[in-house]
């Protein structure tokens, strides 16, 4: 179950100022030692400790090959690559530079085979995290008087994608 709060768009510039979206809650984060505990609860014969050494690897070999322009594709998870993001364009080809159009590198994730965004939306169910009321101010919804339920600090974000 995908748990969500509504929120509401507050930027002063934001054309969708005012309007209101769904917003994942994330309850819990698991890294690298707690996903191996996790998996080693699912009727396997190695420990923890061993699945956090192959998934330890296992990171450091997608880093390396990643920063070889190489993309890595985990079946039924992601196709992991890099993104270079740009500062602007440049008129020319022979304009171009680094320093002027390029801002720097992102990391990227692609769903792939089970886990695409058509499976997501045929399996995955939502529900609304907590109820308020609309208009009320709530704790900690700010000085803006909305009762947004939380922003995770998503400010730029676009709502629609």
């Known amino acids: 179950m995908i748990r969500y709060k509504k929120y509401q768009v507050t930027g002063e510039n934001s054309p969708l100022k005012g309007l209101w979206y769904a917003r994942p809650v994330i309850e819990d984060t698991y890294d690298t030692e707690k996903l191996a505990k996790h ?66 590198l992102k990391l990227r994730a692609r769903a792939t085979g ?24 709530t704790p900690g919804s700010g000085s803006g008087g909305s009762s947004s339920g939380g922003s995770d600090g998503d400010q730029g974000e676009n709502p629609l994608g």
Do not use: R, W
């Not at 190695?46 to 190489?70: N, T």
């Not at 965004?117 to 907590?130: P, T």
């Open 39 to 104: 998996m080693s609860n699912h009727n396997t014969p190695y420990s923890a400790g061993v699945i956090k050494g192959v998934l330890a690897d296992m990171i450091s070999c997608i880093k390396e090959l990643i920063l070889d322009s190489k993309n890595v594709k985990l079946d039924d998870l992601a196709i992991f690559s890099v993104g270079i993001v740009s500062k602007k364009g440049a008129a020319s080809a022979a304009e171009f530079s680094l320093a002027n159009n390029v801002k720097g």
């Open 114 to 137: 089970e886990l695409s965004n058509a499976q997501i939306n045929l399996e995955g169910q939502l529900k609304e995290s907590s109820t308020y009321t609309v208009g009320e101010k």
